[in-house]
């Protein structure tokens, strides 16, 4: 059983950057392509970045590229979120997911079983 662990999370002012780290832990880390997604009050949630088993391919939504990066480190089974240039809206908590895929996994959150317990990341002055 896959498990997942998200850090990294906090207050930061408009402009300012965060990087959130996903530990997995409990199975074969390099069998599984990695999404984070975040979730605000009242809103469904959003796939904001996706990477694939290896590490080669990632995949952005336009609201997140350019500002977003994504990426693995399979050595130390953990999964990272580089956010920069912060805005208000992108506030919400913010979750890793993963799922058993070859390619580019999608941002469909129904399609992932494993999910983390999620860190709040706070963009306001």
């Known amino acids: 059983q896959l498990q997942l662990v998200e850090s990294g999370g906090g207050l930061v002012q408009p402009g300012g950057s965060l990087r959130l780290s996903c530990a997995a832990s409990g199975s074969t880390w390099t069998s599984y392509a990695v999404a984070w997604f975040r979730q605000a009050p009242g809103k469904e949630p959003e796939g904001v970045s996706a990477?694939?088993?290896?590490?080669?391919?990632?995949d952005y939504p336009d609201s997140v590229q350019g500002r977003f990066t994504i990426s693995r480190d399979n050595a130390k089974n953990t999964v990272y979120l580089q956010m920069n240039n912060l805005k208000p809206e992108d506030t919400a908590v913010y979750y890793c997911?993963?799922?058993?895929?070859?390619?580019?996994?999608?941002?469909?959150?129904?399609?992932?079983?494993?999910w983390g317990q999620g860190t709040q990341v706070t963009v306001s002055s």
């Open positions: 990477i694939t088993k290896g590490g080669g391919v990632t």
């Open positions: 997911a993963a799922k058993v895929a070859i390619g580019i996994p999608g941002f469909n959150s129904n399609e992932y079983p494993y």
